[in-house]
């Protein structure tokens, strides 16, 4: 078995009742001065160039755990160790985000509108300042990675289409050459067609490259495509978690099943 480059264990966190309501998410009627748990007792393991699936439905916990393991928000309590040590991921982001980079579900809106492609793609570079290659050439290379032409680079977002700004996205959190890519709903506003080569573009990077996934998403069949282990969340907790092919094959809890059912199908197709 191999040893984990990423653990979490025991993570949890909690939102003041103001929070969640300002935040949006679905919490009318609760009591200010109240905490809402958003994560109970969350824990995973991720090996080197290896895939975990976090699946749930809206409000499950998905995206606050996706920001709790690239550093952007602290957990109430819980430990996260990189190689065996334990680490503080919020209190040095700066280094952090050196190992572990976060594609985010609204890719358009995670550039920079007045940036053009090519300079969004190299600010990674210039705010860490990263000695090596030559930084055009990088950019023109990471370019190439993700199968997007060098014309691209002197266009803004507005001008690119959603898969095209899919690809820029993954392609700029390359740029810092992280251990972990976090991916949160990494095709979900995509059509069938775009979608089918954002997903060949992860398993490539991860059997290329190396590169660590932890997918985040509300769609099993997704994250079974892209994920030898599954975790499926509901309402903060894990209600099942192992290997997709035991998950898909002999689902234990009712939500699972559920999750497995709302996997579109061809007519006459067999449940999976």
Known sequence: MLMALLELEGISKSYAAEHVLISGSGCDGAVPGDRRIV???????????????????????????????????????????????????????????????????????????????????AEPLRIHRNPGEEESRKVRRLMEEVELGEELLGRYPHELSGGQVQRAVIARALAMNPEVLVLDEP????????????????????????KAQLIITHDIGLASELAAELVILKA??????????????????????????????LPGQRPM
């Open 39 to 121: 994560l109970r007792d969350v824990g995973l393991a991720l090996a080197q160039g290896g895939a975990v699936g976090i699946v749930g439905e809206s409000g499950a916990g998905k995206s606050t755990l996706a920001q709790i393991v690239a550093g952007l928000i602290h957990p109430d309590s819980g430990v996260i160790s990189v190689d065996g040590v334990k680490t503080v991921p919020s209190r040095d982001l700066r280094s952090w985000s050196q190992r572990v980079q976060m594609v985010w579900q609204d890719a358009a809106g995670s550039l920079d509108p007045r940036m053009k492609l090519g300079r969004s793609i």
């Open 187 to 210: 095709a979900s506003a995509l059509d069938a067609r775009v979608k089918r080569r954002v997903i060949e573009l992860l398993k490539r990077l991860r059997s290329e490259r190396g």
């Open 236 to 265: 903060g907790e894990i209600v099942e978690e192992g290997a997709t092919a035991s998950i898909l094959e002999h689902p234990q809890h009712p939500f699972t099943l559920e999750l497995i059912d709302s996997i579109p199908r």
